[in-house]
C-alpha cells in the first residue's frame, strides 16, 4: 500500500470524495447562522453545531473499525420512511417519539459521551426534544445539529441507506468459488483501511490490500485506492518481492467479485507461507466499483480523470474474428455462436482451475491455467484463432496480454472479456 507522499494532498481528497462520494464544490463551508421559528421549534435545545462541527465526527466513525465510544450521532426522526432511505453516514436511529423506549438500548453507558441530535431540518423540533430528554437523563455533552438532513443532502454529501449501515456478506457459489477463504471481509470492514492508508504520509507497514486479479487488463484498468497487484497467477514468482516481512501483517485479497476465485486462492497461499492474519473481501472491485468509490488506474490516477484516448485498434486481417470493444476481446454474440455450433473452428482454452473446469465447461475446450499456458506457450500454432476464456474476463485477459508478449507472432489470439456462467450439461451464458 504504497504511493508517493507528493500526492497526499490529492489522497485526502480522494478519501472525501471516495467514501462519501459526489460532493459537490459547496462543501467545506461553515453553515449559514441558524435561525428558527419558534412557532415550529418552540424549544430549541441551548447548544447548536453547524456541519464543520459533524464533519469529523463522520469521517473518524468511518475511518474506524469498531464503534466510536467517544462520540454518536443520533438521527431523531422517524425510521421508517425517513432514516431507512437517506441518513448521515454512522448515524443510529433513535425516533424521538420512541426515546424513552430505545434510550436505554441504544444510548452509551458513559454519560460524558458526545451526543450529536438531528433531524429535518430549520423546521424540525424533533432533535431538539430529544436533546432536551438525553440531558433530563443526565447526559452532559449534548449538542444538536439543526440544519440536519436537508443541509447534508444539499451540500452535496452522500447518505447511507437502511443498507449501507451493515452490508452482509455475499453469497458464494460453489461452483465458481470451489475453496472459499474462511475470513471474510465487508465493504464496511475494508474501507477504514483504505482511508487510513491514503491519510498517511508514510507506507503502512502493517496492512496490505492486495488486487489477485492479472495486473493487465484488471488492475491497471481500474483498482481500489493503496492496493498493490500480486496476479494470482504470479503469486509463487512474486509472493517474496510484494508480501510484507511481517508474518503477522493483516493481509486483505480481492478480485473479480462474487464469481472470482483468485483472491481466495491467494489468501490461501499467504496463509500457507505463515501469515496469521489473512482475510479476503470477496465482494470485492465490483461492488466498490457499485457503491459509486473512487478508483486508481495503474498510474494513481481517479479512474474518472480524465484520460487520453486509446489508440484506434489495427483492423483485424482477413479471416479474423470480430473483435469485441475492449482490446483482445472477441465479439460476445459471435463467440456465442462458435462455442455452440462451431467451437472446432477455434482453440478454446479455459483459464480456469482444473476443479472448475470439472465442475462445468464448453466441451471442446481445453482445460490450461494461466501458469500452464506460460509453459506450453511455444506449443501453440497459427493453425485456428485461439480464444481464451473464464469466469468473468480477468484471468482469459491476462493470457491474452501474455501472449502479446510472449508471442508476437500470433495475431488471431482473443479473450471473453464477460462473466460467463457454466452450467454441466455443457451449455453456458453470457453476461457483459
Avoid at 458513559?110 to 443526565?138: I, M, R
Avoid at 449501515?165 to 475470513?183: I, N, Q
Amino acid at each position: 500500500m504504497r504511493r508517493h507522499s507528493s500526492i497526499l494532498h490529492v489522497l485526502v481528497v480522494a478519501l472525501l470524495l471516495g467514501l462519501l462520494s459526489g460532493c459537490s464544490g459547496a462543501r467545506g463551508h461553515k453553515g449559514a447562522a441558524v435561525q428558527l421559528d419558534p412557532a415550529k421549534v418552540p424549544a430549541p435545545y441551548h447548544s447548536l453545531v453547524d456541519i464543520e462541527f459533524v464533519k469529523p465526527l463522520v469521517f473518524e466513525a468511518m475511518l474506524n473499525q469498531n464503534p466510536a465510544t467517544g462520540a454518536m450521532i443520533i438521527d431523531a426522526r422517524p425510521k421508517q420512511p425517513r432514516y431507512d432511505k437517506g441518513h448521515i453516514p454512522t448515524a443510529v436511529s433513535m425516533p424521538d417519539s420512541q426515546f424513552d423506549k430505545m434510550a436505554a438500548e441504544v444510548l452509551p453507558a458513559d454519560k460524558n459521551t458526545l451526543l450529536v441530535f438531528y433531524c429535518g431540518g430549520l423546521a424540525c423540533p424533533l432533535s431538539h426534544q430529544s436533546a432536551w430528554k438525553a440531558e433530563g437523563l443526565g447526559y452532559t455533552n449534548v449538542k444538536v445539529y439543526a440544519a440536519g438532513d436537508p443541509e447534508w443532502e444539499s451540500l452535496g454529501y452522500n447518505v447511507w441507506t437502511a443498507r449501507d449501515v451493515r452490508t452482509p456478506l455475499p453469497v458464494l457459489d460453489p461452483a465458481k468459488v470451489t475453496k472459499p477463504f474462511h475470513r471474510l471481509l465487508t465493504l464496511d470492514q475494508v474501507k477504514p483501511y483504505v482511508a487510513t492508508a491514503l491519510l498517511s504520509t508514510t507506507p503502512i507497514e502493517d496492512v496490505m490490500l492486495i488486487d489477485s486479479r492479472p495486473k493487465q487488463p484488471r488492475y491497471d484498468k481500474g483498482h481500489i485506492p493503496t492496493a498493490v497487484s500480486l496476479p494470482d497467477s504470479q503469486f509463487d514468482k512474486m509472493a517474496a518481492q510484494v508480501l510484507p516481512a511481517d508474518k503477522t501483517a493483516k493481509l486483505i485479497f480481492y478480485c473479480g467479485g462474487v464469481e472470482c476465485p483468485l483472491s481466495h486462492q491467494s489468501a490461501w497461499k499467504a496463509e500457507a507461507l505463515g501469515y496469521t492474519n489473512v482475510a479476503v473481501y470477496p465482494a470485492g472491485d465490483p461492488e466498490w466499483v457499485a457503491k459509486g468509490l473512487k478508483v486508481w488506474t495503474a498510474e494513481g490516477a481517479s479512474q474518472e480523470a480524465a484520460s487520453a484516448p486509446a489508440p484506434a485498434k489495427a483492423a483485424a486481417p482477413a479471416g479474423a474474428l470480430k473483435a469485441g470493444a475492449a482490446e483482445g476481446s472477441i465479439d460476445n454474440a459471435v463467440f456465442a455462436d462458435l462455442a455452440r455450433n462451431n467451437v472446432n473452428s477455434i482453440q478454446l482454452i479455459d483459464a480456469r482451475t482444473p476443479a472448475e473446469f470439472a465442475i462445468a465447461h464448453i466441451p471442446g475446450s481445453v482445460n490450461m491455467t494461466v501458469d500452464m499456458i506460460e509453459k506450453r506457450i511455444g506449443e501453440f500454432t497459427a493453425e485456428k484463432p485461439i480464444v481464451f476464456i473464464c469466469t468473468t474476463g480477468a484471468r482469459s485477459g491476462e493470457a491474452f496480454y501474455m501472449f502479446q508478449a510472449m508471442r508476437p507472432d500470433l495475431k488471431d489470439v482473443y479473450y471473453v472479456d464477460a462473466n460467463v456462467s457454466f452450467a454441466p450439461d455443457g451449455s453456458f451464458e453470457i453476461k457483459k
